[in-house]
């Protein structure tokens, strides 16, 4: 409840009396000192010098008689005591400006510039002339384009002071740190310069880099480890776009870790070159990061790693992911028999890339590279081992190769094959068999696609499941977990395991080429919470639609047979996406709209919007950031997701309520 001051009371007086007459309420100077008389007594009587609302509203009541005047009365009072209080935040934030400026040099209405505030100073003094210099600029004092700035004049300085004070800043600083930042390079640069910076949660991934370059070239230290921090927060929760600009900022300020290591090569292949990373995080970054870019990464690492840190890498990491690589520290039969898993490797490449283009080059491909790597390894007695990498791995591989490139038919792929590929590439090969495949023999095929994604979400699922939070949260305590972070004298001692909620949402897969492996994903990962998919609408050209509740038989039937190639039309999707009843709608898509004539997909977003609905879109490496940025014009939450990993912990997050 408010409570409002005797001096407070009797100074606003006059003005609210004022007001109630201009309203034609018939009070007057009676009435006046008769509501002070009773106020001051009532106070006494309680001991105070305040009285709270319901107080002040009694009082006026037993004065001015009529409820119409009582309300009015009471309003007014609202509006001057708190018109009080506004103008002396006001005021003081007036004052700060002039004492700013009058450090600075110059008054209002003066032409100002950056050399001019520094003009004459040094050190620490020149800092803080530049900071009031960029405080000023950035809540409105200073002016007009670099060149031509001016100060505002007193009036429009004393307008700024109560705009920032109904906004409920109490000083200048404040109003920095939490207004939207100034755009541009070079105000990076001086906010390195004069030591300050806004707060950097407000900041965008591309400005948060420009202050890091900036705090570097000035030598900020301080200011550049603020950045790389976030920067690397950034980098593990995998939502860094400029891996290589973010990598260098991280190296200066000397906070690379393995853990912000591996995020940066998945988010950026080539700086496995760059980098120098250890074996472990390569391995540990290839087994995350989708085939393509699993399989530079270690091409990339082992260009610069010595003979044992080679071998290291090779116990660690699939041999599926040697396809990308050129050189290597390896001489003699050690070169001979890494050569032939390389070309093995190579061979399962183009054995499912047969199945995804149809190309019948890529299964003559694929057979050539899987029998020269069986015949190197015999023409040259090839016995012995390099990691996990050894002759009865390459003949593995090849043979694999070939009964993948070979098949037609679901009976000549046994099932055991294909769980040994990656969830989209398994996909890839199931579609194309079911393609060609007879009625009788596909429901085969989706009896084997249910079983492989069901695995993804039983071995990688669970392991995303939440299991507890810190304190705060209700529900039973973690005690084993709880005498761990205590015992290490970790922040949040308490544990509680974590009850899971989840919601109803519709899922919108985008099934074109680039997407097979986070359409896989999803699709793996909504088998856990399938009942609560009330929707599913899987697009390229045209959007097909299932009505949930969902089945696991009818996710991995839809993933079957949608065609993963052709156009793609977002807006349709978006508008096949609203049903009534379910708000949470979650779009997993490049946002590469191809198919010309439709409307763009931020108008249908809107309006799906303007229904009540909410819409994430969750987006790979290489999507369109012109339609992102229109699609969070219009209301839209877009996440970045470069990995099929993070496409799933995405979707988990909608659908447990925690994102």
Do not use: C
């Not at 002396?88 to 002039?98: D, H, L, P, V």
């Not at 390099?386 to 791995?393: D, F």
């Not at 909620?501 to 909504?526: E, Q, T």
């Amino acid at each position: 409840m408010r409570y409002y001051s005797l001096e407070e009371l009797e100074a606003v007086l006059p003005s609210v009396l004022e007001k109630l007459r201009s309203e034609g309420h018939r009070v007057g100077t009676g009435e006046a000192v008769l509501l002070v008389q009773l106020a001051r007594n009532y106070a006494a009587l309680e001991a105070r010098d305040q009285l709270s609302e319901d107080e002040v509203r009694l009082i006026a009541g037993g004065v001015l008689k009529r409820e119409a005047a009582v309300e009015s009365f009471m309003r007014h009072l609202r509006m001057e005591t708190l018109g009080s209080k506004l103008r002396e935040s006001a005021e003081r934030i007036e004052g700060e400006i002039t004492a700013m400026l009058r450090e600075m040099g110059v008054a209002p209405g003066w032409r100002v510039s950056k050399k001019m505030v520094k003009k004459g100073k040094r050190g620490r003094e020149a800092r803080r002339s530049l900071s009031y210099y960029l405080m000023l600029r950035r809540i409105g004092v200073i002016r007009g384009k670099p060149g031509s700035e001016r100060v505002a004049d007193p009036q429009a300085i004393r307008s700024i002071a109560f705009s920032l004070a109904r906004r409920g800043f109490d000083s200048v600083e404040k109003a920095y740190e939490d207004l939207k930042p100034l755009a541009g390079r070079d105000y990076r640069l001086m906010e390195a310069e004069a030591r300050v910076h806004p707060r950097l949660e407000s900041l965008s991934e591309k400005q948060l880099i420009q202050l890091g370059e900036a705090s570097l070239r000035k030598g900020n230290m301080e200011t550049l480890r603020d950045v790389a921090d976030r920067l690397a927060s950034l980098a593990v929760k995998g939502e860094l776009r400029d891996a290589g600009r973010a990598a260098r900022l991280l190296e200066a300020a000397g906070l690379r870790d393995p853990r912000v290591e591996e995020s940066l090569l998945i988010a950026e292949p080539r700086l496995a070159e760059k980098l120098r990373p250890s074996p472990e995080t390569v391995a540990r970054a290839a087994s995350k990061a989708p085939g393509e870019e699993a399989g530079e990464i270690v091409a990339r690492a082992l260009k610069r790693m010595s003979r044992e840190e080679a071998i290291q890498l090779l116990s660690l990491v699939d041999p599926r992911h040697l396809w990308g690589v050129k050189r290597h520290p390896f001489t003699g039969e050690e070169a001979a028999l890494f050569e032939a898993a390389v070309k093995a490797s190579r061979g399962l490449r183009e054995a499912v890339a047969f199945h995804e283009t149809g190309n019948p080059g890529r299964r003559d491909m694929a057979l050539y590279l899987a029998g020269e790597a069986v015949e190197s390894l015999e023409a040259a007695g090839l016995t012995g081992g390099l990691g996990r990498v050894s002759a009865e791995t390459v003949r593995s591989l090849a043979r694999l190769a070939e009964a993948i490139a070979l098949s037609d038919s679901p009976g000549e792929l046994a099932e055991e094959l294909l769980l040994r590929l990656p969830p989209g590439d398994a996909v890839t090969v199931l579609r194309s068999l079911y393609a060609r495949a007879f009625p009788e023999e596909r429901e085969l095929l989706v009896a084997a696609a249910e079983r492989i994604l069901a695995r993804l979400s039983s071995r990688e699922g669970l392991r995303l499941l939440p299991k507890w939070v810190v304190s705060g949260e209700r529900g039973r305590v973690d005690v084993r977990r709880s005498v761990y972070r205590l015992v290490r004298r970790l922040p949040h001692p308490l544990i509680y395991r974590r009850r899971l909620k989840s919601r109803r949402m519709v899922l919108v897969l985008d099934v074109s080429g680039s997407m097979i492996d986070h359409a896989a994903w999803a699709a793996g990962i909504a088998m856990l919470f399938s009942r609560n998919v009330e929707r599913l609408v899987t697009f390229s050209g045209r959007p097909g639609v299932i009505e949930g509740p969902l089945k696991p038989r009818e996710l991995a039937r839809a993933l079957l047979e949608a065609e993963f190639r052709g156009l793609t039309n977002v807006a349709a999707a978006i508008r096949a996406s609203e049903k009534p009843g379910v708000r949470s709608v979650v779009l997993v898509s490049d946002l590469k709209q191809t198919v010309a004539g439709e409307e763009p997909p931020e108008a249908a977003a809107e309006r799906l919007l303007r229904r009540g609905h909410r819409l994430i879109a969750v987006v790979p490496r290489g999507y369109d950031a012109e339609a992102a940025e229109r699609l969070e014009a219009v209301g839209a939450r877009v996440v970045y997701a470069p990995t099929p990993r993070l496409t799933a912990i995405h979707l988990l997050r909608v659908l447990l309520r925690t994102g």
